[in-house]
């Protein structure tokens, strides 16, 4: 039987707690952060948590992401799975309709699933520290995307979608040194409106 020290947020209350898998497996929580937590596997129990809005699994050493997650697909609105060793997002991220946040910073991510497009309702997007060169065009339909980071990636020519986020305001490109001046200038001119960060 494994126990796992967690923060469960009750509301708006956030209490410490060690549950056993199947305690927290029967409790309707509505957050809960597991950040730090030495973890090098995810801990499937969560995907049976009802009503879980926010997920915070940040600076761990986790490598899968299951295909269970997605059972949270109408209320997990935050996800935080950065610092961790993923190199591959399944396919079943795109079920997560609810998610308004997604951090998947500082991972092994060589590439995003086709899938990562059907989270229309995202408005905050960050992919910094993942040697990812080239994007999804279905990344075109996250319409309602505010913020992307995709600093310390390794871009060389502009993403085909970038035009597509109509509601973008912030757009972080630092630590692309593989993009030319040339390339930069380009970005600006696509995107007027928008705050981009070299």
Request: charged share 15%; hydrophobic share 40%.
């Amino acid at each position: 039987m494994k126990y796992y020290k967690i923060l469960l947020f009750l509301g708006l209350t956030a209490v410490s707690y060690s549950y056993a898998d199947e305690q927290l497996a029967k409790h309707r929580v509505t957050g809960i952060t597991m950040s730090g937590s030495n973890l090098k596997a995810f801990p499937t129990v969560i995907c049976n948590v009802g009503n879980l809005r926010q997920l915070n699994l940040g600076n761990n050493s986790i490598e899968i992401i299951p295909p269970c997650l997605s059972k949270h697909s109408t209320t997990l609105t935050q996800l935080n799975l950065s610092g961790n060793s993923i190199k591959i997002l399944p396919e079943e991220i795109g079920n997560l309709k609810a998610l308004s946040v997604l951090d998947l910073r500082q991972n092994s991510l060589g590439s995003l699933p086709d899938e990562i497009g059907e989270l229309i309702y995202l408005e905050s997007l960050y992919l910094s520290h993942n040697p990812i060169k080239t994007f999804p065009m279905s990344m075109s339909k996250l319409i309602y995307l505010e913020y992307l980071d995709l600093s310390y990636t390794q871009i060389e020519i502009i993403p085909d979608f970038l035009p597509y986020l109509v509601s973008l305001k912030t757009l972080d490109l630092g630590g692309n040194s593989g993009l030319s001046n040339a390339e930069r200038e380009l970005i600006r001119q696509v995107l007027p409106g928008v705050d981009i960060k070299f």
